[in-house]
T-cell receptor
Framework: EAQVTQNPRYLITVTGKKLTVTCSQNMNHEYMSWYRQDPGLGLRQIYYSMNVEVTDKGDVPEGYKVSRKEKRNFPLILESPSPNQTSLYFC????????????FGPGTRLTVT | AQSVTQLGSHVSVSEGALVLLRCNYSSSVPPYLFWYVQYPNQGLQLLLKYTSAATLVKGINGFEAEFKKSETSFHLTKPSAHMSDAAEYFCAVRGGADSWGKLQFGAGTQVVVTP
């Protein structure tokens, strides 16, 4: 089954404790991205990657890092989480530029206390 | 640059009544437009998309949307609401083939369906 998976689905952590949210897709997609969803703001792009070793900032990259060492994986790293990063995070992937649909993972709900 | 405005953060409809969710966009290039649905505790699922072909687009679950360039709108409709339509709906715009796939989302509209 074609899918995007994220782990963990739920995470509660404390300020300053480094964490990584994993994202993996099994569709051989080149394009992957991370979004955060906040009430009243919709989804905002954090980082995206057009292919292995190619990443770039989205609209709200501050406080986040990403890496793309393999085509299928695109982890999101919070090196020093803060309470304002409490949010619902989605990973997404898409095929060639001519492809229109983005496939979203199930989401990771992060709470930083 | 692209942007999306969804009118109404919450919409309440009676079961069997028309569902109308409004979306207006701004784009400096011919846009691709999307409607996504998010059911509780789930990710986003594509309902339908406009990619410069037919202006009336039919999607899953009986939804459709019409692209109106003159009004810069892409409103979502369903003739008869069902209880299972209760969810949050997002309109999104992608700025054509040169935007590297970045989607700009609206703030979302929560739909409540009453018996």
């Amino acid at each position: 089954e074609a899918q995007v998976t994220q782990n963990p689905r739920y995470l509660i952590t404390v300020t300053g404790k480094k964490l990584t949210v994993t994202c993996s897709q099994n569709m051989n997609h080149e394009y992957m991205s991370w979004y955060r969803q906040d009430p009243g703001l919709g989804l905002r792009q954090i980082y995206y990657s057009m292919n292995v070793e190619v990443t770039d900032k989205g609209d709200v990259p501050e406080g986040y890092k990403v890496s793309r060492k393999e085509k299928r994986n695109f982890p999101l790293i919070l090196e020093s989480p803060s309470p304002n990063q409490t949010s619902l995070y989605f990973c997404a992937s898409r095929g060639p530029l001519s492809s229109y649909e983005q496939y979203f993972g199930p989401g990771t709900r992060l709470t930083v206390t | 640059a692209q942007s999306v405005t969804q009118l109404g953060s919450h919409v309440s409809v009676s079961e069997g009544a028309l569902v109308l969710l409004r979306c207006n966009y701004s784009s400096s290039v011919p846009p691709y437009l999307f409607w996504y649905v998010q059911y509780p505790n789930q990710g986003l699922q594509l309902l339908l998309k406009y990619t410069s072909a037919a202006t009336l687009v039919k999607g899953i679950n009986g939804f459709e949307a019409e692209f109106k360039k003159s009004e810069t709108s892409f409103h979502l409709t369903k003739p008869s609401a069902h209880m299972s339509d209760a969810a949050e709906y997002f309109c999104a715009v992608r700025g054509g083939a040169d935007s590297w796939g970045k989607l700009q989302f609206g703030a979302g509209t929560q739909v409540v369906v009453t018996p």
